[in-house]
């Protein structure tokens, strides 16, 4: 389709090929966990396994981009890969089906494409600067939009902190940031928010979010009138949500 550009799909192809190995060790992952050390060593292994291969697919294809994972340091000026090669990697530990490998692009200090994909249940979801998010589907791809929810009584919300939790209808500590923000950015979570997270959590979905429609601001940020990016990348503290939300929640944990 005319939205997937060639960029986005090469990213998307190697996400997918990447991920093929924690298909096959999530289907052993339980037979495993009887054994306290035995599953915590074959979940390394399948880590640094994706890790390689992810890395290995995007060089293979864009050799002139760096490969760049948690708090690695990035090139100056140059276009990366920022990859996340398992986020929710204690949860892919314990057989729950939540948890994903992601990659965005990064050029010019600006996320231009990214691809968040869960194994577990062959979800798809990518989005590319200026042409919308999506999440893949087998004839049409689903066009992703943020929840329209603009009261926090009303909001599911991805968070841990104690201020949300009384003020909204529900929140919920995944243990996949990466996977909430395109939940995000489907309008199944209604915000998210995260703090001190590397970059390579936050990227991909980050996109997700504003291709979808939302905002994203950086918890500490005195003025939201405008976003700061660079700023959530550079601290890993993150609010996502609809801009009506997203202020609501700024305001919450900046009393």
């Known amino acids: 389709m005319s939205y997937i550009s060639t960029n986005l799909n090469f990213l998307m192809t190697a996400v997918k090929k990447a991920a093929g190995s924690l298909s096959r060790?999530?289907?052993?992952?339980?037979?495993?966990?009887?054994?306290?050390r035995g599953h915590q060593e074959f979940a390394k292994a399948a880590?640094?396994?994706v890790s390689?291969?992810?890395?290995?697919?995007?060089?293979?294809?864009?050799?002139?981009?760096?490969?760049?994972?948690?708090?690695?340091?990035?090139?100056?000026?140059?276009?990366?890969?920022l990859i996340s090669p398992l986020d929710g990697l204690l949860n892919f530990m314990?057989?729950?089906p939540y948890f994903a490998v992601s990659a965005a692009v990064v050029e010019n200090d600006v996320v231009t494409a990214a691809a968040i994909y869960n194994p577990?249940?062959?979800?798809?979801y990518f989005a590319e600067k200026g042409k919308g998010a999506f999440k893949e589907g087998y004839r049409n791809h689903e066009r992703l939009r943020v929840s329209v929810r603009k009261d926090?009584?009303?909001?599911?919300?991805?968070?841990?902190?104690?201020?949300?939790?009384?003020?909204?209808?529900?929140?919920?500590?995944?243990?996949?940031?990466?996977?909430?923000?395109?939940?995000t950015a489907s309008g199944k979570l209604d915000a998210v928010v995260s703090a001190e997270n590397t970059p390579d959590t936050i990227a991909?979905?980050?996109?997700?979010?504003k291709e979808a429609g939302g905002s994203v601001y950086e918890?500490?940020?005195?003025?939201?009138?405008?976003?700061?990016?660079?700023?959530?990348?550079?601290?890993?503290?993150?609010?996502?949500?609809?801009?009506v939300l997203g202020k609501k929640v700024h305001e919450l944990l900046n009393k």
């Open 152 to 183: 926090m009584a009303d909001a599911l919300v991805g968070a841990k902190d104690s201020a949300l939790q009384y003020a909204a209808a529900g929140v919920r500590v995944s243990g996949c940031l990466s996977l909430d923000l395109a939940y």
């Open 94 to 96: 314990h057989g729950i």
């Open 25 to 36: 060790d999530f289907n052993e992952i339980e037979q495993l966990q009887s054994s306290l």
């Open 52 to 81: 390689k291969d992810l890395r290995a697919e995007l060089q293979k294809g864009r050799p002139n981009y760096a490969v760049v994972a948690g708090a690695e340091n990035v090139p100056a000026k140059a276009p990366y890969f």
């Open 47 to 49: 880590y640094a396994r």
């Open 219 to 243: 918890q500490n940020q005195k003025d939201i009138r405008s976003e700061d990016l660079a700023s959530v990348l550079a601290s890993g503290n993150v609010i996502a949500a609809n801009a």
């Open 204 to 209: 991909a979905g980050m996109l997700l979010v």
């Open 120 to 124: 577990a249940t062959s979800d798809m």
